[in-house]
């Protein structure tokens, strides 16, 4: 009961997870094709591409901008591998802006 009411009690807190359903619209639109993934571990593949996918778009990022520059990042060696939280999509973003915000000092 609490959870349903906590919304009462917190301004911050939304009446409703539109927000949060939209993002996932597409996965629920593709669910049938997932069932065709070809295995147990393909469907699981999917599901961490899916979240990543999603995971982009809450923090207003290009999904495909994003995982093409992790993944270089990764291939290329130049973060090394205790330092891969750097590349989530909110530090990769934060990141982003920050150099954005030096080359433009620069100039």
């Known amino acids: 009961w609490h959870g349903l009411i906590a ?4 301004g911050r807190i939304e009446v409703d997870s539109n927000v949060v359903e939209r993002s996932l619209k597409p996965v629920c639109l593709t669910r049938k094709n997932s069932l065709f993934a070809g295995s147990a571990r393909g469907g699981e593949t999917w599901a961490v591409l899916a979240s990543l996918v999603n995971s ?3 923090n207003g990022l290009d999904p495909e ?3 093409a520059d ?3 990042q990764i ?5 090394p591998v205790n330092r ?4 989530l999509p909110w530090n990769w ?6 150099r954005g915000q030096l ?3 620069a100039a």
Do not use: H, N, P
């Open 7 to 10: 919304f009462l009690e917190d």
């Open 56 to 58: 982009a778009r809450l």
């Open 103 to 105: 080359e433009r000092v």
């Open 65 to 67: 901008t994003w995982l």
């Open 75 to 79: 291939v290329s060696g130049s973060i």
């Open 70 to 72: 992790v993944l270089e």
């Open 93 to 98: 973003k934060t990141d982003r802006e920050a």
């Open 84 to 87: 891969l939280d750097e590349l």
